[in-house]
């Protein structure tokens, strides 16, 4: 079975509530910014093709944060994430 591949991720900013994400498996490149304003406890990005890991600093309720099987060489601003 291929990959999926998504070209267009739904505002998620509405969900304010919500704490766990999971974004398997969807063919990304690049950490999707849709949920930067939310405050998620756990997040999945595995299983995708992103190379560089940013744009998660603000995300400090993070206890769970998975990135296996990507392509990362890179990994940025991540200091604010102490409860991982």
């Known amino acids: 079975m291929g990959k999926t591949k998504v070209s267009n991720i739904p505002d998620l900013s509405m969900l304010s509530d919500l704490k766990v994400l999971s974004m398997e498996g969807l063919g990304l490149t690049s950490v999707p910014t849709v949920f930067s304003n939310l ?4 997040l999945s990005l595995a299983n995708n093709s992103i190379e560089k890991i940013t744009d998660i600093n603000n995300q400090t309720e993070l206890t769970y944060l998975s990135l296996s099987n990507n392509k990362i060489t890179k990994i940025e601003n991540i200091s604010n994430l102490d409860k991982l």
């Not at 405050?39 to 756990?42: D, I, T």
């Open 39 to 42: 405050q998620l406890h756990e």
